[in-house]
C-alpha cells in the first residue's frame, strides 16, 4: 500500500508549491510517489473520510481551522503525522496540545521540510510497526508507539497504554532486549518509558503524560545523565 499525503489550504498557489516540494522529496530519495489529495478547506478534507499517513494542514482557513481539522483527523487516525504549516506562532502551544507532528513557518524552508519529511518516514516505518505480545489470556497486537511506558510486575510485566494497561508473561529483561527502537529507554531497571510522552525530568522523576492520564516514574540517579542526553538528542532529531 503506497503512502497517502493530505494537504489542506485555502491558498492555491501556496498548496500547490508545497505539493511539488514533497514529490520533489520522494523523487530525489529515490521513494515511490506518495499518493496525494488536496483539499481547499477542513469542512471538506473531513467530509471526504480520506485517511492518510502524513497531512499538512494551513493554520488560518475559511470556516474550520487548520487546528480543528487536525484535532478530528487524530481521532480518526492517532499515528497520523500532523504538519502544521502556518505565518502565525500563535497557535503553537494550542497545536502542541494534541501531538502536532511538526510546526513550519510560511515560506516553507525547503532543506527543514526535507528533514521533517525523512524523520516523518522513520517514524512511520518504525515507531508505527505492530508488535504481539503474549499475556495470559492470548495474545495483544499493538502499535509501539502507543506503548507510555512498560513496568515490572512481579515476574512478568505491565504495558501501560495511551488507552488501556495490560500485563505481559515475559518480564522487563525480555522486553529490555527486545524494544530496541530509539525513543525507549530504561529509567531504572524495572521501567522502560516512551520519551514521546515525556513533559518533564530531574534527577528523581521522569512525568509521562498522554490524553488520558499523567504519570510519574522513578530514575535511577546513575542514569539520570545518560537519560539526559538521549532525549535531548531525541527532541533535536525533531526541529
Known amino acids: ?142 502499535y509501539a508507539e502507543d506503548i507510555v511506558y512498560i513496568e515490572t510486575f512481579g515476574r512478568k510485566t505491565k504495558f501501560h497504554m495511551i488507552d488501556r494497561d495490560f500485563t505481559s508473561v515475559k518480564g522487563i529483561d525480555f522486553w529490555t532486549k527486545t524494544i530496541d527502537i530509539p525513543c525507549f529507554y530504561s529509567t531504572n531497571r524495572g521501567c522502560i518509558v516512551n520519551m514521546k510522552y515525556v513533559s518533564f525530568f530531574n534527577e528523581e522523576i521522569v512525568t509521562l503524560i498522554c490524553e488520558k492520564y499523567s504519570q510519574n516514574v522513578y530514575i535511577s540517579r546513575r542514569r539520570f545523565r545518560a537519560f539526559r542526553d538521549t532525549y535531548l538528542s531525541y527532541m533535536r532529531s525533531k526541529e
Not at 502542541?96 to 524552508?109: G, N, T
Not at 512511520?124 to 495470559?136: G, L, W
Open 1 to 142: 500500500m503506497s503512502l497517502r499525503i493530505l494537504f489542506c489550504d485555502d491558498d492555491n498557489e501556496i498548496m500547490s508549491n508545497l505539493h511539488k516540494m514533497v514529490l520533489e522529496y520522494f523523487a530525489d530519495a529515490n521513494l515511490p510517489e506518495p499518493e496525494c489529495a488536496l483539499y481547499n478547506s477542513g469542512e471538506e478534507l473531513l467530509a471526504s473520510g480520506a485517511a492518510g499517513d502524513i497531512a499538512f494542514l494551513d493554520v488560518e482557513m475559511n470556516g474550520l481551522s487548520g487546528i480543528h481539522t487536525g484535532e478530528r483527523l487524530k481521532k480518526m487516525n492517532p499515528r497520523i503525522k500532523i504538519i502544521i504549516v502556518t505565518s502565525y506562532s500563535d497557535y503553537l502551544d494550542e497545536a502542541m496540545k494534541f501531538h502536532v507532528f511538526r510546526y513550519l513557518s510560511k515560506p516553507v524552508d525547503k532543506k527543514r521540510l526535507y528533514r521533517n519529511l525523512k524523520e516523518a518516514l522513520y517514524q512511520i516505518n518504525t515507531y508505527s510497526k505492530t508488535m504481539v505480545v503474549e499475556t495470559e489470556q492470548g495474545y495483544e497486537t499493538i
